[in-house]
Every structure is written in C-alpha cells, then in structure tokens.
C-alpha cells in the first residue's frame, strides 16, 4: 500500500491522561517542547485529528514559527500543512478555526450518513477559503482508506495529534511507523479524564514490543520516541 510516513505525537501525564476534566485545557508540555513539535510539524506534509480534538479544542494547526514558515516556502510548499479531520457522523463545526486558517486546505474523511452531513456542514462555511473537501473513507472510516488518499494528495509525512480515539485508531492499525510521546511529570488522577489510548487489539503488544529510539529530557518532561517497524 503505498501510503505516508505515519508519525503519532501525543502528550500526556504520567497516568496515561491526555486533558483532565475541567473547563480549560490542560497544559502537559513546555515551551521548548512545543517548539519541537512546531519543528516536527514543518517537516510533515499534512496534520491529522479527530472530531473529538476539534469540538474540544478548536485548533488551528499551525506551523507557529515564521523561520519554519519561511524555510517551507523557500522548499516550494506551502507555509502549512494540509489539515485532516477524522469523524465518522460528520457532524464538524463550520466555524472551527480549522477551516479558516492556514494556506494548504482541509479534508474531512466520514463514511456512510457522515458524508452528506459533513459536505452540508462545510457549505455553511463563513468562508470558502482556505478549501475544504469531504472524503468517504469507508462506514467507519478506515486508516487505509484516509492513508490511501493522502498518499495521492502527495502526503509523504503524516502527523497524527489526537486525540484518544485517533489514536486507538491509528495505533491499532498497525500502520504507524513513529510514536512521539512527552510524559509531563504529574498524575491527573481523574477517572474521567480522557486517556491517551482505550482498549483495543494492538499490534506491539508484550510479545511484540516497540523499539526505543530516544529517551530524554526537556525540562521536567520526559520525551520518549519509538519506532513501530510499520515502515521497516
């Protein structure tokens, strides 16, 4: 399957938690490791979330820095990635920052009802600009089906930011290459806290271990990566 280079990035706390419960967003990382990520982000081609992080968060997904902006144009790309949405009922929110920012475009992948809803979704856009399109990736969406378009789109990096059912997802698929994590140095402890993974049958299970390629420290967060041999 000729398909991109899959990287899943993900900060959480020592509990496995991806946000707590309350009303605002829960800071699990530093400065220098968002820098490290905008670093990451410039190197990929197009950005991927699910439904979940964009009613929760409203992200823009941005390549923040001006000099990685710069450094993509002088490369012939675009100052940002083109942005993914995963959602499989389609209902997306028209004025998400998403859909508003950046230069690259944005593509929803949904399947069955979801595409109809999404496509009239994204016609109630304020604006037309940046474009959006609606992709059928299957009845639920499937990572083949979404890595199989992307790859046509010219997508030769992907990263994957969330949140816990993207990446149940994608990590389930067997179709990872990289994983990112930054463990911040605290418990959330919150039974309801959203978790980084939910129960699923993943490939590298005790058996089938990942590989560690990088463990360190930036500040107090600890920045583990691993390679999942998807793409050995």
Do not use: W
């Not at 990736?137 to 992307?150: H, M, N």
């Not at 030769?156 to 140095?185: C, K, M, N, Y």
């Not at 005790?206 to 390629?213: E, G, H, K, Q, W």
Request: hydrophobic share 45%; aromatic share 4%; glycine share 10%.
């Amino acid at each position: 399957m000729d398909r991109p280079h899959t990287i899943l990035s993900c900060a959480m706390s020592v509990d496995g938690r991806i946000d707590d419960t309350g009303p605002e967003r829960l800071r699990l990382s530093n400065e220098a490791d968002f820098a490290e990520i905008d670093e990451l982000r410039a190197e990929c081609d197009a950005i991927l979330v699910g439904v979940g992080t964009l009613r929760a968060d409203d992200p823009r997904l941005l390549v923040r820095s001006p000099a990685l902006r710069e450094r993509r144009r002088a490369q012939g790309r675009t100052e940002h990635l083109l942005k993914a949405v995963v959602t499989r009922g389609g209902d997306v929110d028209p004025s998400a920052r998403l859909f508003a920012t950046g230069d690259a475009g944005a593509v929803v992948y949904s399947g069955g009802d979801g595409v109809d809803l999404a496509r009239a979704r994204l016609a109630a856009r304020p604006t037309a600009e940046p474009p959006a399109e609606v992709v059928d990736a299957g009845d639920p969406p499937t990572v083949e089906a979404i890595l199989a378009d992307l790859a046509a789109r010219g997508v030769r990096r992907l990263l994957v930011e969330g949140g816990g059912h993207i990446h149940t997802l994608f990590l389930a698929s067997g179709l990872v290459d990289e994983l990112r994590l930054a463990v911040a140095p605290f418990f959330v402890g919150e039974a309801d806290a959203p978790r980084f993974v939910l129960p699923a049958a993943f490939p590298h299970g005790p058996a089938s271990p990942m590989r560690l390629v990088e463990s360190r420290a930036i500040g107090d967060v600890a920045v583990l990566r691993y390679r999942l041999g998807a793409g050995e």
